[in-house]
């Protein structure tokens, strides 16, 4: 039954052993051509890797001092922000390019820069995010972005600063953010309360929508504890009303 049972069957091995003898019959010349498109994608690899390369250099080179500058009012006032470009690895034509980047950070003054996973805590993590995605999402299609842990061991100032550029992001993308910061919260278009309950011996997971004075009302509870008072209520009302005003002021710039 090798070259059956039917005779189709008999007609299409005789195809291809006559396609195959005639690569025995040509081999040097099948080889040649193979050698050639070799060459040529060869060189259209190196053409291409070289332009490439050239273009990541260039952007490793602005990048580096907007993340910086987006970093300082963050709490890395004096951080030191790198993109470092190293060979691909896995051989010379790689499919991504002659090259990898990887970002660096050097937290404090005198400290070697080291990859961000190994330089960031948690906290210092998600700023650092939050500082790359205000840099690089400028003219990027709407996202989906969420932010967790960006306020942990920050406050006054510094929290202002995050709520302002997650507000920056959230005018192109839709950004979720979980904080207990008011500072930070004041800025969001929404605000939902979310919390814990036990019933019938499970958990239950409840996501309320605010709006109006809850907004203020939970605003107040966040900056005074469990309770809020006719202070922090005023006190919370400014922190959405200078929000507010910091969105228009983005705005019209």
């Known amino acids: 039954l090798k070259w059956g049972p039917t005779e189709d069957d008999a007609r299409t091995a005789a195809d291809q052993a006559e396609r195959e003898l005639a690569t025995i019959d040509n081999l040097d010349a099948e080889v040649a051509a193979a050698e050639r498109a070799l060459a040529v ?3 259209g690899y190196t053409a291409s ?10 952007s490793a080179t602005r990048l580096g001092p907007a993340v910086a500058a987006e970093l300082k009012p963050l709490a890395f006032g004096k951080a030191r922000f790198e993109v470092v470009l190293t060979p691909s690895r896995g051989g010379s034509f790689h499919p991504a390019g002659a090259e ?16 961000i996973g190994r330089a960031a805590s948690g906290g210092e993590l998600s700023r650092l995010m939050l500082a790359l995605h205000v840099v690089l ?9 969420v932010f967790d842990e960006v306020d942990a061991g ?5 929290a202002v600063a995050v709520g302002a550029r997650l507000a920056r992001l959230a005018a192109r993308h839709q950004v979720l953010c979980v904080t207990h910061l008011p500072q930070v919260a004041a800025h969001a278009d929404g605000h939902y309360h979310v919390s814990k309950r036990v019933a019938s011996g499970r958990t239950h997971t409840e996501i309320i929508p605010l709006t109006g004075d809850e907004r203020v ?7 005074g504890g469990r309770q809020a008072t006719d202070a922090s209520r005023e006190n919370a009302a400014e922190l959405l009303a200078e929000a507010a005003e910091a969105g228009r002021a983005r705005g019209r710039s």
Do not use: T
């Open 41 to 43: 994608a060869r060189d």
């Open 154 to 158: 920050v406050s006054g100032s510094v």
């Open 217 to 223: 009302n939970e605003l107040a509870r966040m900056l």
């Open 137 to 145: 999402d400028g003219d990027a299609p709407g996202r989906v972005l």
């Open 49 to 58: 890797a070289a332009i490439l390369s050239k273009r990541r250099a260039s």
């Open 100 to 115: 990898r980047a990887e970002f660096f950070l050097a937290a404090n003054p005198g400290e070697p820069a080291r990859p």
